[in-house]
């Protein structure tokens, strides 16, 4: 009977357990709606904002402090975007597996390559690479508790300047990029130096070459246009990490609860069995005892 109490109590606990993942799998379902809406209405505008600045910069020669290139890049920064909270399956750790091989792929000495920093954003993020010996500029946990533009435009701002002040010669982005509730893509990109290619020109400005009148001056505009376009970039890719770690945690917690249903079927399957193989068991006693006392 013993046995019997033991099947009891995992059923009870993964029953409990099931009941919580089907709980926050619910709750992850509303906050991916109010994310994947943030995230759509942003992106029309980001790439309408990226095809303007496309066809200013077409066929001009600029000089730019964004656009300044280096031959030989001394000192690169990363600014890896995670989450704060875990239960969302491989989003974590599949991106810091991409960028731990980028690093590895693309530097020197990989980690330890001198004049390589991080800026983590999410708890996750900065446990991670802080144990592993990065080194790591700015740590933002607690970043998604409230996710504001201000913020991330505050954070752009220095890294701009500190590119402008020539303190850093490269500045990459590492993110999950929202495609559906079970896809994200993970995405290392080199956002400064900004690249004229890089921007995405629509077909309609293609397809039809005008000279156009600019107030005050094309120069002017493109240098206001440019750090705008890098802190929706930025704002843009926060959303995106955002929206994909609601889907991944909705995936996973649905997942858990398929497996805990399966679980507790199987334990119900061997407690019957069980259950069924001690009543046999006792009435076979009985019937050895009854059969004893009528022989005597």
């Given at each position: ?58 066929g ?10 280096t ?81 991330s ?18 500045v ?18 080199k ?30 505009i ?12 930025f ?62």
């Amino acid at each position: 009977m013993a046995n019997l109490r033991d099947i009891r109590n995992r059923i009870t606990s993964v029953n409990n357990t099931q009941q919580i993942t089907k709980a926050m799998k619910m709750v992850a379902a509303a906050k991916l709606r109010k994310a994947q809406d943030r995230i759509i209405q942003t992106r029309p505008y980001a790439n309408t904002l990226a095809s303007v600045i496309g066809r200013l910069i077409q066929g001009q020669e600029l000089i730019y402090p964004l656009l300044r290139e280096t031959s030989e890049p001394k000192r690169s920064l990363f600014i890896v975007v995670g989450s704060d909270r875990g239960l969302c399956g491989g989003f974590n750790n599949n991106l810091f597996k991409e960028i731990e091989l980028f690093v590895a792929n693309n530097f020197e000495n990989g980690k330890e390559a001198e004049g390589l920093s991080l800026i983590t954003i999410g708890k996750k993020a900065t446990t991670h690479f802080s144990k592993r010996s990065y080194s790591v500029d700015a740590k933002y946990p607690g970043f998604f508790d409230q996710l504001e533009y201000e913020l991330s435009t505050s954070l752009m701002n220095d890294i701009m300047e500190n590119f402008i002040k020539e303190n850093i010669d490269e500045v990459y982005l590492a993110y999950n990029e929202f495609k559906s509730v079970i896809t994200q893509n993970r995405k290392v990109e080199k956002i400064l130096p900004l690249k004229a290619e890089d921007l995405v020109v629509a077909d309609t400005y293609k397809a039809v070459q005008l000279d156009y009148i600019y107030e005050p001056d094309q120069e002017s505009i493109i240098n206001e246009l440019l750090p705008k376009y890098i802190e929706m970039h930025f704002w843009k890719a926060i959303l995106e990490s955002n929206a994909s770690e609601q889907g991944a945690r909705m995936t996973a917690m649905d997942s858990a609860t398929e497996n805990a249903k399966d679980l507790e079927r199987n334990l119900r399957l061997k407690y019957n069995q069980a259950r069924q193989s001690a009543i046999t068991t006792e009435i076979s006693e009985i019937v050895s005892g009854a059969q004893a006392l009528s022989d005597s």
